[in-house]
């Protein structure tokens, strides 16, 4: 926690990590790729964040681009009517790309 003084200029560098690029992918039971599905996730237990603040872009497939995660332990949280709500956990090192495929049982 940084703590600074009202009305005292402070000078600090803030510096952050490039992160991996990361890919969420929502299958069927099958393997086929399923579009719209909802997505939800969190950082190493913190709160959990909507697609809204997470999400890129969405690929035609339904590939979620997550941009660039950084590491740590991540959950996510996918809902599609085909598969229900499925959690996944994943530890991302910060570096190589990372794909991620959630499927049903």
């Not at 039971?29 to 964040?49: F, K």
């Not at 950084?70 to 570096?95: E, Y």
Request: proline share 8%; charged share 20%; no cysteine.
């Amino acid at each position: 926690v940084l703590q600074l003084a009202p009305d005292v200029p402070t000078e600090f560098t803030l510096t952050l990590t490039d992160g991996a690029p990361t890919r969420l992918t929502v299958v069927d039971r099958d393997g086929r790729r399923l579009r719209g599905a909802t997505l939800t996730a969190r950082w190493d237990r913190s709160p959990w964040l909507p697609a809204m603040l997470l999400v890129r872009g969405v690929a035609a497939d339904g590939t979620f681009d997550l941009g660039r995660l950084g590491s740590g332990d991540w959950q996510f949280r996918v809902g599609h009517p085909a598969i229900g709500t499925v959690t996944v956990q994943r530890a991302i090192d910060g570096s190589a790309p990372v794909t991620i495929v959630v499927g049903g049982p």
